[in-house]
């Protein structure tokens, strides 16, 4: 198994920057696909940014590409999602996810959670 701890989170105004963090354990971490997803209050949760075991492959939604970007460094066991150029829409709670590598970035079998970093945006 894997465990993970996001880092990072924290309040910025519109137009700002953020860079998160998530903390992986063990060297068998660099074995997984990973990805960043976004909870709001009343929303269903979504996919933002993925990566693949890697790194050579990354996926991005629609509303996040071209202004997120999601890297890893399997040397510290560490995945960072910096977004810049933040949006109010941007708000909510950001979980790091792990998946056994060998499918689509999207459709992976997200198993391991972290417990989330809160991000708030404001106009």
């Known amino acids: 198994q894997v465990q993970l701890v996001e880092s990072g989170g924290g309040s910025v105004q519109a137009g700002g920057s953020l860079r998160l963090s998530c903390a992986a354990s063990?060297?068998?971490?660099?074995?997984?696909?990973m990805g960043w997803f976004r909870q709001a209050p009343g929303k269903e949760r979504e996919l933002v940014a993925a990566i693949n075991w890697s790194g050579a492959f990354t996926y991005y939604a629609d509303s996040v590409k071209g202004r997120f970007a999601i890297s890893r460094d399997n040397a510290k066991n560490t995945v960072y999602l910096q977004m810049n150029s933040l949006k109010p829409e941007d708000t909510a709670v950001y979980y790091c996810a792990a998946a056994k590598f060998g499918g689509s970035l999207q459709t992976a079998r997200y198993e391991y959670w972290g417990q989330g970093t809160q991000v708030t945006v404001s106009s």
């Open positions: 063990g060297r068998t971490a660099t074995t997984y696909d």
